[in-house]
């Protein structure tokens, strides 16, 4: 069986043991959404989605994080919640708050920090597997609620996703047929921009991946900060958003009603040029 085919299984039988994600899934049935066109052909799409609070919301400094069991590690997890080995170092897991059509989270077995330099090749794999799913990453400071754990997601495809650079934001686009050259044309970027922010312990950066047509295509997200200035703001001038690779690809998702009905185009064009990095 491939393994989209074993995934369609792993849904059926988690949907029926498993209330949390039942409760999830209906939840994303039931999400309101509207989309914001710009004239040359591109578009952004809000989705309201209160479950996700948690993740927008997550501390990620240091003391946060130690002080917090790891609901990525397998003692952790929910006992429900089972899994997909693959490459025998991931396990591929229904996200039990999902965004998309069959939202997937892949941690590593081992509790290892976010840092994706040297594992945009199971990337790739995982891809390669999956064509009807994108797989996305987010960096420890560029969405990622468990930055001490190295993991992937993933969800079936839509257009808004595959949106490659626009002038929202800026958008590096690698493509090839062949898995290592597109690998090595990832690290040459990254150093490019690891020479940009020598600083951080990784560029900072969102990732989208998937299959078209026998190629593989890699859409890098370079960031400049974690979060856009109105979401540390007060009152009406707050807008609780925390960009990750979907909201960076054209799928931004709103926690509170209030953000959802008054988020519009400036909003957006002055959150993107927060928090994306110019790129030449
Ligand atoms: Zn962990």
């Not at 069986?1 to 209906?26: C, H, P, T, V, Y």
Request: net charge negative; with cysteine.
């Amino acid at each position: 069986m491939n393994l989209q085919a074993e995934i369609d299984n792993l849904f059926s039988s988690q949907m029926k043991k498993w209330e949390q994600l039942r409760n999830g899934i209906k939840q994303l049935d039931d999400t309101e959404e509207k989309v914001i066109t710009w004239g040359d052909g591109f578009n952004v799409k809000i989705q309201f989605n209160p479950a996700r609070m948690v993740s927008t919301s997550a501390k990620i400094d240091k003391e946060s994080i130690e002080n917090r069991p790891c609901f990525l590690c397998e003692a952790n997890r929910p006992a429900l919640q089972k899994g997909i080995l693959f490459m025998e170092k991931y396990i591929i897991l229904c996200n039990p708050f999902p965004i998309l059509r069959n939202h997937l989270t892949i941690p590593l077995h081992s509790h290892v920090p976010q840092l994706i330099r040297n594992k945009v090749g199971d990337m790739l794999s995982l891809a390669e597997q999956l064509p009807d799913y994108v797989l996305f990453y987010n960096g420890p400071k560029c969405g990622a609620s468990a930055p001490d754990h190295f993991h992937l997601q993933a969800g079936l495809k839509s257009p808004q996703l595959l949106q490659g650079d626009n002038v929202l934001r800026s958008c590096l686009m690698i493509e090839s047929g062949n898995k290592s050259e597109v690998e090595e044309l990832f690290e040459d970027v990254y150093q490019y921009l690891h020479h940009r922010q020598p600083k951080e312990d990784e560029p900072m950066m969102n990732i989208i991946a998937y299959i078209e047509q026998n190629r593989y295509k890699l859409n890098l997200f370079p960031r400049k900060a974690h979060r856009p200035r109105q979401y540390y703001e007060n009152g009406s001038k707050q807008l609780l958003i925390s960009p990750g690779a979907l909201d960076m690809a054209g799928m931004i998702i709103c926690v509170r009603e209030e953000d959802f009905k008054k988020i519009g185009t400036h909003d957006i064009e002055d959150i993107y040029s927060q928090v994306s990095l110019p790129v030449i």
